[in-house]
């Protein structure tokens, strides 16, 4: 079977005009103090805006809107983690169309609850499967069985033109020429359709993707010309993490990106910290992707006009420690030991005196006292002022003869631990 390598701009404008009073048409806001930073004109599409807060509500209500009378009746499947699922409930209580949604178990309650306003009477939430591949086999086979319509995140003409719609609006609303637009790649569907609208109308404008370095589908496919299976990835974006994009979305984004960066997860913490203190702007690890990447290009941007694309702000407010603490390991601002210390008293006040900087600081300690030995272990987690401090901490450290694992430098100890 021949896999679609394009979709018409024609049925992009016309999911527009779909989409007219269902989506917003979320503003295009030029940010200060990323510009000042870049030395460039950065503006920001706020998807994060949308009633479901993401843009999916676009590719979601532009296939479930078109179903014919008789399968709209039958009502739809879908299986999603998160964003998707919420276009899904959203796109179902405005048709009034039945849906059955997916979700697997370790999905936070805050989520779970979301789909269930947006969809109101019309939706029901399954829970099961511990992961989303497990969630979306179930729902495979529910709606292979029962002649439901099942409505993929990604991977359907129809999505890719709805997801399309954001680069009308960008279009629309900038004043003058899009020298970059960053836009953010989990299984490729805003990708493909912005990048198909954008290229046909601003040839000249630099379509630049953005990739978790945890979880690089996109980037893997296009090396190998494929889509691959990634056999592990990080679900830290969870709103971008995916083991395998869209076989159409693949063949579209060959033809339109002009690049592909990925980043670092740890980074893209850091700029979900910055907007929140210094916009108060609330994004999800997704949403910052296209922002992040600006420092990959911070030489090509300088004196441009550049749009990144805000994909979402579903950020659950439980997950902020764990964010700065990705951040500062990241900045090279905090480390994790395990340190041998002497069992007796006034050990840890020597470590205090002998080792620690008047700028360290002691965020974690946990000491388990071993019977009949002179040293116990101690995980402890110190955050410096500035990243140069770290070598001359560690080298006081051997001065005065302790001996320590660096628990960031491995992953499965940093992982148990940590």
């Excluded at 960053?182 to 630099?206: E, H, M, N, W």
């Excluded at 694309?309 to 601002?333: A, H, Q, T």
Aim: aromatic share 8%; net charge neutral; glycine share 8%.
């Amino acid at each position: 079977m021949s896999v679609t390598t394009s979709v018409q701009v024609e049925n992009i404008i016309k999911a527009s005009y779909r989409l007219n009073g269902v989506a917003a048409e979320t503003p295009i806001q030029h940010n200060r103090n990323l510009s000042e930073k870049y030395g460039a004109n950065i503006f920001l599409k706020r998807e994060d805006l949308q009633v479901v807060r993401s843009y999916k509500i676009r590719g979601a209500y532009n296939l479930i809107s078109q179903l014919p009378p008789e399968q709209a009746k039958k009502g739809i499947v879908c299986a999603s983690a998160g964003n998707h699922a919420q276009g899904v409930a959203y796109s179902c209580q405005l048709l009034g169309i039945n849906g059955k949604i997916y979700m697997p178990t370790t999905t936070p309650k805050q989520k779970i609850k979301r789909v269930e306003l947006l969809g109101k009477q019309y939706v029901e939430v399954v829970l099961c499967g511990d992961t989303f591949d497990a969630a979306n086999a179930e729902a495979f086979d529910y709606s292979s069985k029962n002649g439901k319509t099942l409505v993929p995140p990604f991977e359907h003409p129809l999505i890719v033109e709805g997801q399309g719609t954001v680069g009308v609006e960008i279009l629309k609303q900038f004043k003058g020429h899009i020298d970059y637009l960053f836009v953010p790649i989990g299984g490729g569907g805003l990708s493909a359709g912005v990048g198909s609208y954008v290229k046909r109308l601003s040839p000249d404008t630099q379509i630049i993707g953005v990739e978790p370095a945890g979880a690089p589908a996109m980037k893997r496919a296009l090396e190998e010309d494929k889509v691959v299976i990634l056999d592990t990835i990080d679900t830290f974006v969870d709103g971008a993490a995916v083991r395998r994009v869209g076989e159409i979305n693949l063949a579209i984004c060959k033809k339109i990106l002009d690049d592909l960066v990925l980043v670092p997860e740890g980074k893209i913490c850091t700029y979900i910290l910055s907007l929140y203190n210094d916009d108060a702007i609330v994004v999800e690890p997704a949403g910052a992707l296209s922002i992040a990447a600006l420092d990959f290009y911070r030489a090509q941007i300088k004196g441009k006009n550049v749009v990144c694309i805000v994909s979402g702000g579903n950020n659950d407010i439980e997950r902020m420690p764990e964010i700065k603490d990705r951040s500062l390991i990241y900045e090279g601002l905090k480390h994790y030991f395990i340190i041998k210390f002497p069992q007796r008293a006034g050990a840890l006040r020597d470590f205090l005196d002998n080792v620690l900087g008047n700028d360290d600081e002691i965020t974690d300690f946990e000491y388990t006292k071993k019977h009949n030995r002179n040293t116990g272990p101690a995980m402890v987690g110190i955050e410096l002022k500035n990243k140069e401090d770290y070598t001359p901490l560690v080298e006081r450290m051997e001065q005065h003869g302790y001996e320590y694992i660096v628990v960031n430098d491995n992953y499965n100890l940093f992982s148990f631990l940590v």
